[in-house]
T-cell receptor, first 114, second 111 residues
Framework: DAAVTQKPRYLIKMKGQEAEMKCIPE?????VFWYQQKQSKELKFLIY????????QIDMVKERFSAVCPSSSLCSLGIRTCEAEDSALYLC????????????FGPGTRLLVL | QQQVRQSPQSLTVWEGETAILNCSYE??????FPWYQQFPGEGPALLIS?????DKKEDGRFTIFFNKREKKLSLHITDSQPGDSATYFC??????????FGTGTTVSVSP
């Protein structure tokens, strides 16, 4: 079975602090995606890596987030300065090749910014 | 601007009934439409998908009907079971770009 791992499952930060969350994609998958989900609503696309290189990202990520995939088996998403609006579930997914392959999601990291 | 819209926002059906979930989109270049199922506390999981060259895709009790001209699709869940109670997301993409998700439909199946 596909298994994308995310750590930590829960993260609490004070406003202004830095946050970091990690994702271990499914073995052999070359594409990794990050999404933000608030209150079980739609998943908002954040950034897409193909073979560890960022191919697409939204402006918010460029401005306030840091995202890297230093290896094919580990990616991380960081928020430089947390704001209350960043409180959300951050979901990582991976797929064998890219956008139109099945994406397998991890359980997410739930971030609460106080 | 919401590129992928879903309706209704929530839906309650009796066990054994058919649940119909609707989805519409704006971008005519979208050609891949997966539906994801999400249970509370979990990440979404692919349920069924369709590409724009087809107008129907069936997998067990789940069927997608696709109307390219009207930019609409629907997910039919026949013989609904309490275990189908979840939030269902319609998504779309084109040319290998990342998925654009709809706002979701929360389905409750009453026994």
């Amino acid at each position: 079975d596909a298994a994308v791992t995310q750590k930590p499952r829960y993260l609490i930060k004070m406003k202004g602090q830095e946050a970091e969350m990690k994702c271990i994609p499914e073995k052999g998958h070359t594409a990794v995606f990050w999404y933000q989900q608030k209150q079980s609503k739609e998943l908002k696309f954040l950034i897409y890596f193909q073979n560890q290189q960022p191919l697409d990202q939204i402006d918010m990520v460029k401005e306030r987030f840091s995202a890297v995939c230093p290896s094919s088996s580990l990616c991380s998403l960081g928020i430089r300065t947390c704001e209350a609006e960043d409180s959300a579930l951050y979901l990582c997914s991976s797929s064998p090749q890219g956008g139109q392959d099945t994406q397998y999601f991890g359980p997410g990291t739930r971030l609460l910014v106080l | 601007q919401q590129q992928v819209r879903q309706s209704p926002q929530s839906l309650t059906v009796w066990e054994g009934e058919t649940a119909i979930l609707n989805c519409s989109y704006e971008d005519s270049t979208f050609n891949y439409f997966p539906w994801y199922q999400q249970f509370p506390g979990e990440g979404p999981a692919l349920l069924i998908s369709i590409r724009s060259v087809s107008d129907k895709k069936e997998d067990g009790r789940f069927t997608i009907f696709f109307n390219k001209r009207e930019k609409k699709l629907s997910l039919h869940i026949t013989d609904s079971q309490p275990g189908d109670s979840a939030t269902y997301f319609c998504a779309a993409s084109a040319g290998g770009r990342a998925l654009i998700f709809g706002t979701g439909t929360t389905v409750s199946v009453s026994p």
